[in-house]
């Protein structure tokens, strides 16, 4: 398979991606809600689900390595991503720290609808209610993410700095420092994928699925405004 071909490939791969992780977060939302309104709650097809959704970010890092073997400069350019969202990649994709904030973030918003609740005692058993423990391994998490992430960002941009010898170098030597790419590309993709991994591990089965909610909500979301962005600026030429 040619690298253009490969990078045509994966934008479809893409696209049909995108589309099922809105079912996949249509079914999520539906089995929560239903676990939170039983009385007895289905915490086993709960689990279930989220795993299904798991398996789905599992995949689409299968077929992203697969593509950034046969063509990593084509995979770094992200053509089957709107300018918004490249504008926001690191590595050829999304920061992996973005998830603690995503967790914070919704923990607090949860906590705030929620307080009443929480103050009369009852456990409510969704994000606005991580235990001390739960937030401890959270930060430890984070702190492990943000070392990899500097190191990572660091061996890029000692890459990067031998733009010049790539060019002035031999054809094997080019080949070699584009698979050197492709390494670093790879061990950025591996983090992010152990990162939403860790986050998930370290939740119970209903904050499991309130937090990939969460998440596939701002991925599917801000693809699509990027998108509607990218047509308007289209239309304004």
Known sequence: MSQETAIASFK?????WIEQLQHHLNHLRSVQDHHRNSVTGDEERLME???SVMEHCREYHRTKWSTTEKDVI???SAPWSSALERSLFWVGGWRPTTLFHLVYTESSILFESRIVDILRGFRTGDLSDLSPSQFRTVSELQ????????AITEE???WQDDASEMVMGTMS????????????VH???DLRLRTITGVVELLSPLQQAEFLIAAAELRTGVSGW????DRRRSSDV
């Open 12 to 16: 479809k791969f893409q696209e049909s």
């Open 49 to 51: 689900t989220v795993e």
């Open 74 to 76: 084509g995979v770094m």
């Open 143 to 150: 702190c492990e993410t943000v070392k990899e992430e500097n």
């Open 156 to 158: 890029l941009s000692e």
């Open 173 to 184: 030597n080019l080949d070699q420092r584009i698979r050197r790419l492709a390494e670093i």
């Open 187 to 189: 061990r950025a993709d």
């Open 226 to 229: 990027g998108t509607s962005h």
